[in-house]
């Protein structure tokens, strides 16, 4: 079946420090791939995606690279801040699969200023 | 641009009452998807709904069910509530079926007394 497992959180970085949140999947499609992440009291916000392998998706100084060879997405930003702090939710699609998405379980970050 | 919007922000509802629970998409936006987040158990899709129709559905009971109106706006309705159906539920809009992914609403926190 298709899957997404994410590293546990919560995670607690310093202000401008870098930040990983890893994510693989497991699909029996051809999936596309997305980023949420949802701010406390909040719905979730798309963060980014990428539809293909080796497309990479980035925004607001976070970027996640789509690498099939090691059916992986992970998250990435250079250096967060404390506005950063919220839950990051990696998912993805397998269009004409039932139009719905699969989450993982999502990764709290924390970030102290 | 209007988000995707939900009605009522928050509810509480007693044991074995009905919870009916609104969602208005996108402008332009044809499908329509519930979630339910449990505390502790992430994200979980529960109806998707394309063009007035019930297209796909998740791992839930009957008592579960909603429809889409003309105007693509959806309802959710839950009977026989019960403690565990305590969550936020929330909305997601999409067009092309959720191929670039959803839009989410802020959702709404049912509580059941």
């Known amino acids: 079946g298709n899957s997404v497992t994410q590293m546990e959180g919560p995670v607690t970085l310093s202000e401008e420090a870098f930040l990983t949140i890893n994510c693989t999947y497991t699909?029996?499609?051809?999936?596309?791939l997305f980023w949420y992440v949802q701010y406390p009291g909040e719905g979730l916000q798309l963060l980014l995606k990428?539809?293909?392998?080796?497309d990479k998706g980035s925004n607001k100084g976070f970027e996640a690279t789509y690498r099939k060879e090691t059916t992986s997405f992970h998250l990435e930003k250079g250096s967060v801040q404390v506005s950063d702090s919220a839950v990051y939710f990696c998912?993805?699609?397998?269009?004409?699969?039932?139009?719905?998405?699969?989450f993982g379980q999502g990764t709290e970050l924390s970030v102290k200023p | 641009e209007a988000g995707v919007t939900q009605s009522p922000t928050h509810l509480i509802k007693t044991r074995g009452q009905q919870a009916t629970l609104r969602c208005s998409p996108i402008?332009?936006?044809?499908?329509v998807y519930w979630y339910q987040q449990a505390l502790g158990l992430g994200l979980q899709f529960l109806l998707w709904y394309d063009e007035g129709e019930e297209r796909n559905r998740g791992n839930f009971p009957p008592r579960f069910s909603g429809r889409q109106f003309p105007n693509y706006s959806s309802e959710l309705n839950v009977n026989a509530l019960e403690l565990e159906d305590s969550a936020l539920y929330l909305c997601?809009?999409?067009?092309?079926?959720?191929?670039?992914?959803?839009?989410f609403g802020s959702g709404t926190r049912l509580t059941v007394v």
């Open positions: 990428a539809t293909k392998a080796d």
């Open positions: 402008s332009g936006h044809t499908s």
């Open positions: 699909a029996t499609g051809y999936p596309s």
């Open positions: 997601a809009s999409s067009n092309e079926q959720g191929r670039h992914g959803y839009t």
């Open positions: 998912a993805l699609m397998i269009y004409n699969q039932g139009g719905k998405l699969i």
